[in-house]
């Protein structure tokens, strides 16, 4: 089996990588600029521009199986490819946002959903088999907060009591590579979370335990915040968000054991994730540059604002886009 790997710089996708080349299957590592790929030894790079379709054949061809990150523009396009190319499966790097009532709407979900949809449609007709892994709020989003807390200021934060429900990105990663090699687990949606659901005050409380050092904010409004973020993000993005985190002040979301059943641990905590990047929030860290644009803007990889839960989950209480 092959397995082509987009957006080979990503957080997500480099794990992947090398989850891939430890258990001994063969990979490609695709990417816009290849030639910036650091692969595994003996993981081949091709270029692999979501953007362009005149890339894809070169990079699909002898692929079985693809871990694909939402890029909509094109996302037909790659399922006839991939069908043309005989690819049997496509592993999805969507967002739990999709289960949003109004998801189609929503400039942060509207990509994944578009993108799923147009894999769906390939799948039914029998081109391939699809899997839609959907993350909640990756725990890399707080990477956004590194440099504030480095200089000792802490963030602005316009809801510091909204909850989410961080995922560790290699938990992610163990999920994609658990529907990439066992077949018995393609062709459905799974819902993917961290193991508790935490706000942002909670988060920098960790940060702060886990570093030694203070990790303050600052409360301010959200006609603040937004004109804080005006120079790198789009109003409708900021809009989404600020709505999400208000309908998630105060009230804890909910989590999944979606990761458990898929890698046969539990999700890692927050407080895991923050021992693994602590160095990022160190004073003598370097400049570490803000998780903007998963694969996204203030969301990751895998966007903080994340829709409605599926039923049967848990209800827990206060306790990367790349190229």
């Not at 090398?18 to 299957?25: E, S, T």
């Not at 521009?49 to 054949?57: C, H, I, K, M, R």
């Not at 303050?216 to 959200?222: G, I, L, N």
């Amino acid at each position: 089996m092959t397995v082509l790997v987009t957006g080979g710089r990503g957080r997500v996708a480099s794990t992947l990588l090398d989850l891939l080349a430890d258990a001994g299957v063969k990979t490609r590592a695709g990417s816009k600029n290849p030639a910036d790929l650091s692969p595994p030894p003996g993981v081949d790079t091709v270029r692999c521009d979501l953007g362009d379709p005149a890339t894809f054949d070169a990079a699909l061809r002898g692929v079985e199986s693809v871990f694909l990150y939402a890029e909509a523009a094109h996302a037909g396009t790659f399922a006839d490819r991939a069908r043309a190319a005989g690819v049997e499966h496509i592993a999805l790097l969507s967002s739990s946002s999709v289960l949003a009532p109004d998801a189609a709407e929503n400039p942060i979900a509207a990509s994944h959903l578009a993108a799923e949809r147009a894999l769906s449609a390939a799948a039914e007709s029998g081109a391939f088999e699809a899997t839609h892994l959907q993350p909640g709020a990756f725990a890399t989003n707080a990477l956004q907060w590194a440099g504030a807390l480095r200089n000792g200021h802490g963030p602005a934060l316009p809801y510091p009591h909204a909850y989410g429900d961080p995922i560790h990105e290699r938990d992610v990663a163990e999920a994609a590579f658990a529907v990439l090699t066992e077949p018995r687990l393609r062709g459905s949606s799974y819902l993917l979370t961290g193991p508790e659901s935490l706000d942002f005050a909670e988060q920098l409380a960790i940060l702060a335990e886990v570093t030694g050092r203070p990790a303050p904010y600052t409360a301010v409004t959200p006609e603040e915040w937004k004109e804080s973020v005006a120079a790198f993000m789009p109003a409708r993005f900021a809009d989404a968000l600020l709505s999400y985190w208000a309908s998630h002040d105060g009230h804890p979301t909910l989590v999944t054991r979606t990761v458990e059943t898929l890698t046969g641990h539990p999700a890692r905590t927050f407080t895991t994730w923050a021992n693994d990047h602590a160095e990022s929030f160190r004073p003598d860290a370097g400049s570490h540059p803000a998780v903007v644009g998963n694969r996204s803007t203030v969301v990751g990889n895998r966007p903080a604002v994340v829709g409605n839960r599926s039923a049967g989950a848990e209800r827990v209480g206060t306790t990367e886009r790349r190229a």
